[in-house]
């Protein structure tokens, strides 16, 4: 008889430690955008940040190729990304460039005429935006505690875009709803980056290839393995489901 109460007792153990566990568990703690932002203090598309950067990537390609034929001259494709923290997006879009600029002709083209500039907030995340690419020859950066794209278009008469990610928090920027002369605003949800289509008419990403990939940058940024696992498959639905998040673009009108 006491063995048999003795073993209930485990039982009733073991399982309320199930419970209390997979409560705790962050599958169970965040399923959706919003509960994201919450633990991390970061939108999906950023604990995403290789495959957000690849979509950006095939996103600036995409416009290269709609302006290449209005070009006159073969001059660079100036892009500037706006509020770019420490220069990460500007990384995963270089980077995967690297992985693309030998498909074909058009995509070396590009890897040769894209010229990026990224602008951070301050000095510090300005020192750590340059040591993160410095070793990309088409990238550059700069310091802005406040930006003017007037003064930035002025200043460069060969730029062709200007991107901001808008996830709805507030910066220190220019009024990023603003049309601007000579310069057509494109703004859509990050979401729908993924289903941008190649000419034959596939789909130039598909998120779910990149768990694994999602999965070493967190570790790489300090999450333990274990959450890191959980968060990159959770953080794909998130960024799927992110209905605040916006890519505004700004390109150059023909003339």
Same mark, same amino acid.
């Given at each position: ?35 994201? /932002?919450? /633990? ?14 690849? *979509?950006?990537? %095939? ?44 498909? %074909? ?23 750590? *935006?340059?040591?993160? %690419?410095?070793? &990309?020859?088409?990238?550059?950066? *700069? ?29 220190? &920027? ?46 790489? /940024?300090? *999450? ?27 390109? /150059?009108?023909?003339?």
């Amino acid at each position: 008889m006491n063995k048999i109460f003795i073993s209930h007792r485990y039982l009733f153990v073991f399982l309320f430690c199930f419970i209390i566990t997979s409560l705790l568990l962050p599958e169970d703690n965040f399923g959706e955008a919003e509960t994201i /932002r919450d /633990r991390f203090k970061e939108a999906p598309y950023q604990l995403i940040a290789p495959a957000f950067g690849a *979509m950006v990537c %095939n996103q600036l390609f995409d416009l290269y190729r709609e302006e290449l034929p209005r070009r006159k001259e073969p001059v660079s494709f100036d892009v500037t990304i706006v509020q770019d923290d420490a220069g990460m997006l500007a990384y995963d879009i270089l980077i995967s460039l690297e992985k693309n600029k030998n498909r %074909n002709n058009e995509w070396k083209d590009f890897g040769r005429k894209l010229k990026l500039k990224s602008i951070a907030g301050n000095s510090d995340k300005f020192d750590r *935006m340059s040591k993160r %690419n410095s070793h &990309f020859q088409n990238f550059s950066g *700069m310091i802005a505690n406040s930006f003017d794209l007037d003064k930035l278009i002025s200043e460069n008469e060969h730029a062709s875009v200007v991107l901001f990610v808008d996830d709805g928090q507030p910066h220190d &920027f220019f009024n990023m709803e603003n049309e601007k002369p000579g310069w057509l605003l494109n703004k859509f949800k990050v979401s729908g980056l993924e289903f941008l289509k190649e000419r034959k008419g596939r789909q130039s990403l598909d998120l779910s290839l990149y768990p694994d990939a999602i999965f070493k940058r967190l570790v790489e /940024r300090g *999450m333990s393995p274990v959450d890191a696992r959980s968060v990159a498959s959770v953080a794909i639905q998130a960024f799927r489901e992110d209905q605040k998040t916006y890519l505004s673009i700004w390109t /150059r009108k023909s003339t």
